[in-house]
């Protein structure tokens, strides 16, 4: 692997302890607006000091976060449909040149295996990672899901391989049960997709679950934005995969956390209005 590859893998994947809390807010390319992000720049900015890495489409980045921001990007680099349509129609959105000019230190793409456009999006993947491998990018291959499209194993398993042999360097999928056969059938590094709101308790349950079971972290999004206090769900979060705490200490966290910045609060409030 050449330096530049390694160095942004390990921008994504923190050395200190082989894991990452990547932060995904790349919803609108298909859901257009989405709750806890209508404000882009009030709700996730305050996010950013958690996260190893922040995932989001680059019209979000030029116009919601700061240049002097130290997180490292991951860009969103497939798309071309929306929630109203055939969401396996996607095809390449993002050169890697443009991703060089927003200084990411890496890209992620959609694959649909076993949806009606899976070849459209294999050979996409396949064509993004050609061009990518020349300047030392890394690809996230993220293995989508749908209606026709299992959330088990065996088909997650496949999902995975398939982007690993394509060369991707990294794997987002989903968490499920006997998920230690997924990531023991797949040679790169697998982190888990948060997936829908979950309830905070679950969530965490969840993130402990995958990382105990081999993967290297996870990309959360709406178990973070959406949460009743972002904030606190993020280094609750944050202290599973980093910390190896457990979901009930998580949790405890958590809800200590949404107590004091609730406090915190209303002292504000209470100052400001003297």
Request: glycine share 10%; net charge positive.
């Amino acid at each position: 692997m050449d330096w530049g590859m390694e160095n942004r893998i390990k921008a994504i994947i923190r050395p200190e302890t082989g894991r990452t809390l990547m932060l995904a807010v790349d919803h609108g390319y298909f859901l257009g607006p989405t709750s806890g992000l209508d404000d882009f720049d009030r709700q996730i900015n305050p996010l950013l000091p958690y996260a190893d890495t922040l995932m989001l489409n680059r019209g979000a980045l030029r116009s919601g976060i700061d240049t002097g921001t130290r997180i490292p990007i991951v860009l969103r680099a497939s798309g071309g449909t929306s929630v109203l349509t055939e969401l396996s129609n996607e095809g390449i959105t993002l050169s890697i040149e443009e991703a060089i000019r927003l200084n990411a230190v890496g890209v992620a793409v959609s694959i649909f295996v076993g949806a009606p456009y899976e070849r459209q999006t294999l050979l996409g993947i396949s064509e993004l990672i050609n061009q990518a491998e020349k300047y030392g990018i890394p690809v996230i291959c993220v293995t989508a899901v749908g209606k026709e499209m299992g959330r088990d194993a065996r088909y997650l398993s496949l999902a995975s391989r398939i982007g690993a042999e394509l060369g991707a360097r990294i794997v987002k999928t989903y968490y499920c049960e006997d998920f230690e056969k997924v990531v023991n059938t797949c040679p790169v590094p697998i982190v888990i997709a948060g997936g829908k709101k979950l309830p905070e308790k679950e969530a965490l349950e969840m993130a402990y679950a995958a990382v105990s079971d081999g993967a290297v972290g996870v990309d959360m999004g709406r178990n973070i934005f959406q949460s009743e206090d972002p904030v606190a769900m993020i280094r609750a979060v944050r202290a599973v995969v980093h910390e190896n705490a457990k979901p009930d200490k998580a949790y405890q966290l958590f809800q200590d956390l949404k107590k004091e910045r609730k406090a915190g609060g209303k002292k504000k409030k209470v100052a400001s209005s003297k």
